[in-house]
């Protein structure tokens, strides 16, 4: 049987038995050789219209979400998985779904902080081995780049400003919030070069090559320092 949904954990309203759930999944992984986990959802369901997000999140209220994000993260982790906070800075107020268009999210940096980063912040504290991109662009620190490919989020927000020392990983690099504008091979060195650790490429065969050599040919044109790449 499924376990219920973090939307469903939260529902019940006992952060204990959502550290439970994730402990039991976390063992269960950890036994067959499964050392991490791209959970927990941090996203605050804002939006009614968010196809995307949905019960994947614990709630709409930020706090609600850090109370489970909390418990999820130490029952994965206690039970030997590294847990990944996701989709960074949040994605609960989206319109749309990452996977087929770059959304502009427009909240300020006040909104941000007394919404969205709420349970990014509680994940932090509580000891997340990692933090996943999101792929939207927030004018309110950067009105370019999403967050993937954006070094005043990953550097400036996530590491200086929430002290986060951990892994971050992109979401996965060939959705067409990334594609319809940067090409995979570039794409992969902007996101290394903005504070990406790693490169999530799922199943896709033929961008693995396309990853490789796009960073290869970044450290070789002087775009990466091969001491970043390491």
Partial sequence: RQFPSPMGMAAIGDPKLTYKI???????????????????????????KNPEIGVRSFSDDPETCARHVV???????????????????????????????LEVLTPSKQRMQEVELVPFKAAIQAGVKAVMTGHSVYPAYDDTYPTTLSERLLTGLLREELGFDG????????MAAILKKWPLPQ????????????ILLKADDESRPQCFFGLLEAVRTGFLSEERLN
């Fill in 187 to 198: 794409a992969c060195a902007m996101a290394i070069k903005a504070g990406c650790d790693t």
């Fill in 71 to 101: 418990a999820f993260v130490q029952g994965l982790q206690d039970g030997g998985i590294a847990a990944t906070a996701k989709h960074f800075p949040g994605r609960g107020d989206s319109v749309t779904d990452a996977h087929d268009v």
């Fill in 22 to 48: 994730n402990n039991t999944i976390a063992k269960q992984l950890s036994n067959i050789g499964v050392t991490q986990m791209y959970s927990p959802v941090c996203d605050v369901n804002i939006n009614p």
């Fill in 167 to 174: 892994v971050i990983v992109s979401d996965a690099i060939g």
